[in-house]
């Protein structure tokens, strides 16, 4: 039976793996965050329990309720749903993972797919503009939106924010958040304006993506970026940090062949904006990072050979200068500010 919390449950924190690391001669530590420990597999379970608690009181259960998603925001819904009886459709695109895929339709859920590029680096516009006809089609529907509904930042300004703190003992230190709709950032920014920890709050964002201001490209990434500004930030945010999709993946390779721990593509991109922040400015020796979600998502594209090869992707590769000296608390701790 799946589990589904409650209105009364809270989400039992997500692990926190320390990496000692020495990035151009300088002992650092890096603070991983996997929320791949969540229900349903990433951080989108806290998004999709807040989403869920926002609009089940309109919920009509024959028409049921209805969601974009590159992936992660299809099977927390679609779980939740399943567990309450009521419809589920997730309209995807083709970059969607093939096993998250197989587990929101094994939950009874109705996948539509989007397989017409927007023409702004990915799928998003088209994939909302079905939703969008599909609500025009089915009134009763009801759309849980996760780029617009304010249930999505107060779940990480209230929970996922403050666990970070409370784990990493109110350390000073740079916190990175990957972004897609951009809520996470929004909440976790919310959090540090209301509460005023020893942060540098970093958003890092894919090439290519506009969701905080940048010029739209191609993004091969599920997951990472938005073909449209985020809605949560309007303004976009700084500092932010950019990254190419290749340099994602070496580092996704090199943390799973250097620590055994295995993260998703945005995690990847996360590690290796923390690198460069690491290499820009040696009075920074702390770093956390917001893992998404784990491996398991990415084995036909990040970890698949045949997948790299046809995106033109080298693969696993050393990084120069970085080397791992303990993995969870083994070695000493840095002293020192950011």
């Not at 259960?61 to 459709?89: D, K, Q």
């Not at 990480?156 to 409370?166: F, I, K, N, V, W």
């Not at 964002?205 to 201001?213: E, F, I, K, Q, Y």
Request: a positive charge; proline letters at 9%.
């Amino acid at each position: 039976m799946t589990w589904v919390p409650g209105p009364r449950d809270g989400l039992a924190p997500t692990p926190v793996v320390r990496l000692g690391v020495e990035v151009a001669g300088i002992p650092r530590e890096l603070w991983l965050k996997l929320e791949g420990y969540n229900p349903y597999g990433s951080v989108k379970g806290r998004t999709a329990l807040a989403l869920w608690r926002d609009v089940a009181g309109r919920v009509d259960p024959g028409a049921g309720l209805v969601e974009s998603t590159s992936g992660n925001l299809g099977l927390a819904p679609a779980a939740l749903a399943a567990a309450h009886r009521v419809p589920f459709t997730a309209v995807v695109d083709p970059r969607t993972s093939a096993a998250l895929l197989y587990d929101i339709r094994a939950l009874g859920a109705r996948v539509v797919t989007v397989d017409t590029p927007d023409g702004a680096g990915g799928y998003l516009l088209g994939r909302l503009a079905r939703v969008r006809a599909l609500l025009d089609e089915r009134p009763a529907l009801v759309w849980t939106d996760q780029y617009r509904n304010p249930a999505n930042p107060a779940a990480h300004a209230s929970g996922t924010a403050p666990e970070l703190h409370r784990q990493t003992r109110g350390a000073p230190m740079s916190v990175l958040v990957a972004v897609s709709t951009g809520g996470t950032l929004a909440g976790f920014r919310r959090y540090v304006a209301e509460s005023g920890p020893d942060w540098e709050l970093v958003g890092v964002d894919a090439a290519g993506s506009v969701a905080l201001g940048g010029p739209a490209g191609p993004r091969p990434l599920s997951g990472f970026g938005s073909s449209r500004p985020s809605a949560f930030l309007p303004d976009g945010h700084r500092p932010t940090v950019y990254v190419e999709p290749e340099e994602a993946v070496t580092v996704c390779l090199w943390l799973r062949d250097t620590t055994g721990i295995g993260v998703g593509a945005s995690a990847g991109a996360l590690v290796a904006a923390a690198l460069r922040l690491f290499r820009a400015d040696a009075r920074r020796t702390r770093a956390a990072c917001l893992c998404p979600d784990g491996a398991d998502r990415y084995l036909d594209t990040v970890y698949s050979p045949v997948w790299r090869r046809a995106h033109g992707m080298t693969g696993a590769a050393p990084l120069p200068g970085v080397r791992v000296l303990a993995v969870d608390g083994s070695g000493p701790l840095t002293e020192g500010a950011r």
